[in-house]
Structure formats: C-alpha cells, structure tokens
C-alpha cells in the first residue's frame, strides 16, 4: 500500500488534500509504525513525501511528544517552503487537539524560537487567530503574541505578522490599532510590517 501512495503524491505538484488523504490512509492503519515512517519520510528527496512526514507528525504529536520534538527540530530545518506550510497546519493540529489556551507555553516557546520557521509556523498555522477557541475571546493576547516578531529580519515572517495582524483586524480593528500605535515607525522592518497590518 505505502509505495502506491509514496508513487501517487509525488505526481501531484500543488496542494495539501492528497497528502492529507494519503496520511489519513497511513494512520489508519494501527499495524504501521507511524513515527518511526514518519522519521523514514523525512529523509526523502522528494518534498512531497517530507509533507507527508511533517502531516503525520502533527497528527502525533498531541500524543508523542517526540513527534513534536521532531517538527520543531527537524522540520523547522527543512529548505522547502511546501514543506514550511505543511509544518504550520501540523503546528495548528497540535494546538487544535490539545487546546490553544493550554498549549499557549508551547505557543510561546515556539514564537521565541531563534528559527524563523518555527516562528511562522505558529503565526501562520493559527490563522485566522480569532478564529479559533479561546484566542475569540481573548483577542488582545492573540494581538501580543503575533507582533512579538514585528521587527524579525526575516521577510518572510513579518509578512506572516502582517498578515495575521490584518486578518484580526477585520473584526478587532481598534485593538489592533491600539497595538500598532505603541510600534517605532523609524525602525524600517517594523514599519514593513505596519504597511502589511494595516494594508495601506
């Protein structure tokens, strides 16, 4: 069954759906040593089945706290940005069974990371923050923890703030802006990310 599946998603280019599909099909399977397939399927050339892996890690990890040890090593590490998005929907599962009010030290731990991927893995992962439970009633903290990295030296991760930071804004404008007006304009990644928060 596994090399049919293997052969399957590395066809396909773009996407999530099939990979999900694929690693449903893999879990469902209680004889099949997941983990330990997952860590083969990270080692893959193809990064079709490395987004398998990282799928199949965050459907572990609620559970297996070796699987998450294993996205915030080495799947954060990882060069390929289809690999990058796969890590923060697997970063939203964990959230997501375990709870996003008691996985908030885990959340922060990872917005502190030095690795931008890990960083935008949970920014990205939790959008649409208020969205989601216990950040709907809580927006100002969702607010707090996005613009911790306002002033990161990687784009691709303050675009990700920025983004977020807009999002929440279309029903929590005024809180948003109350954040925004505390930011130093003159610091120009700051100001990048200001532009993308308030899409002007």
Same mark, same amino acid.
């Not at 996005?146 to 675009?159: F, G, M, P």
């Given at each position: &069954? ?8 590395? =066809? ?6 099939? #990979? ?9 399977? =209680? ?6 397939? %997952? @860590?083969?399927? /990270? ?8 987004? @398998? ?6 459907? @572990? ?5 070796? %699987? /998450? ?16 998005? &796969?890590?923060?929907? %697997? ?19 990872? /917005? ?13 992962? /939790? ?13 100002? +903290? %969702? #607010? +707090?923890? #996005? !613009? ?16 977020? @930071?807009?999002? #929440?804004?279309?029903?929590?404008? =005024? ?5 925004? !007006?505390?930011?130093?304009? +003159? ?7 200001? =532009?993308?928060? +308030?899409?002007?």
């Amino acid at each position: &069954m596994i090399p049919s599946i293997i052969n399957h998603i590395k =066809q396909i280019e773009h996407g999530f759906k099939h #990979i999900i599909t694929a690693g449903d099909q893999i879990l469902a399977d =209680q004889g099949t040593p997941h983990f330990n397939l %997952a @860590l083969q399927f /990270l080692a893959d050339n193809s990064y079709q089945v490395r987004m @398998l892996a990282t799928y199949i890690l965050g459907q @572990l990890s609620p559970t297996h706290p070796e %699987a /998450l040890q294993i996205l915030e090593t080495q799947v954060a590490e990882d060069q390929n940005w289809r690999v990058q998005e &796969m890590l923060a929907k %697997a970063f939203d599962q964990y959230c997501q069974v375990t709870g996003y009010e008691k996985s908030l030290p885990v959340i922060k731990k990872w /917005l502190s990371d030095p690795h931008p991927n890990m960083k935008r893995a949970v920014t990205e992962g /939790l959008r649409i923050w208020t969205g989601r439970p216990y950040f709907k009633d809580h927006p100002h +903290t %969702a #607010i +707090t923890l #996005i !613009s911790v990295n306002k002033s990161a030296d990687s784009e691709y991760l303050r675009k990700s703030v920025g983004n977020a @930071l807009r999002d #929440i804004s279309k029903k929590h404008r =005024q809180e948003v802006l109350d954040e925004l !007006s505390t930011w130093d304009l +003159t610091d120009k990644k700051v100001a990048f990310t200001h =532009q993308l928060a +308030t899409g002007k």
